[in-house]
């Protein structure tokens, strides 16, 4: 049971370059979420999806786009990366059911992304 | 808006001392609760949660934490630090009912002085 697992680990782009992060899940949850984090700013949510085909805006949203074409994989895509897009990038999941876990969140180890 | 605010960026403490870790929240409703633990290069591990049942949650690694709702408090304490628990502790906060979604404190550094 891998969990959840995000590639690339890490990633250096120039700015105006592409590129999707990927997530996989083995634990069946309906809910995927896609995060950043900046120093002095905790987790702030960009996207996230509350099942197959559906996707939905959170805190962050500009400058990325999100699929969730299978239940298990998340992607995050970045259409052309800025510098201010350099952050560390995590996905979690979440059961989505009623019960002694609902509500917890389960992290990806992360993406290290710089844009130069 | 709803918020988390965690108090103090950095604390630091002696091996053997308390850990006390400070979490308020902004809501008229009582959200569910958590506190995530994040090791260097890593991701986010759950700690403990509060979802409307006791009041005083305790979580893994002898930590817990007291629901106060008089305060809209939720402050993560250990008796005795010890030098494993060096890490990044986030308060979160969730309200909407139907995703999950969670708010992030800013987080606070905690280091452990031997």
């Known amino acids: 049971n891998a969990g959840v697992t995000q590639t690339p680990k890490f990633r250096v782009l120039k700015t105006g370059q592409s590129m999707t992060l990927l997530c996989a899940q083995d634990?069946?949850?309906?809910?995927m979420y896609w995060y950043r984090q900046d120093p002095g700013m905790g987790l702030r949510l960009i996207h996230y999806?509350?099942?197959?085909?559906?996707?939905a805006k959170g805190e962050v949203p500009d400058g990325y786009n999100v699929s969730r074409l299978k239940k298990q994989n998340f992607l995050l895509g970045l259409e052309s990366a800025a510098p201010s897009q350099t952050s560390v990038y995590f996905c979690?999941?979440?059961?989505?059911?009623?019960?002694?876990?609902?509500?917890?969140?389960?992290f990806g180890p992360g993406t290290r992304l710089t844009v130069t | 808006a709803q918020s988390v605010t965690q108090l103090g960026s950095h604390v630091s403490v002696s091996e053997g001392a308390l850990v006390l870790l400070r979490c308020n929240y902004s809501?008229?409703?009582?959200?569910?609760l958590f506190w995530y633990v994040q090791y260097p290069n890593q991701g986010l591990q759950l700690l403990l949660k509060?979802?409307?049942?006791?009041?005083l949650v305790k979580g893994i690694n002898g930590f817990e934490a007291e629901f106060k709702k008089s305060e809209t408090s939720f402050h993560l304490t250990k008796p005795s630090a010890h030098m494993s628990d060096a890490a990044e502790y986030f308060c979160?906060?969730?309200?909407?009912?139907?995703?999950?979604?969670?708010?992030f404190g800013t987080g606070t550094r905690l280091t452990i002085i031997p």
């Open positions: 979690a999941s979440s059961s989505g059911l009623a019960g002694v876990h609902s509500y917890e969140q389960y």
């Open positions: 979160a906060v969730s309200w909407v009912f139907g995703n999950e979604k969670l708010t």
């Open positions: 634990m069946n949850h309906e809910y």
């Open positions: 509060y979802t409307s049942a006791a009041t």
């Open positions: 809501s008229s409703v009582p959200p569910y």
């Open positions: 999806s509350v099942g197959e085909g559906t996707t």
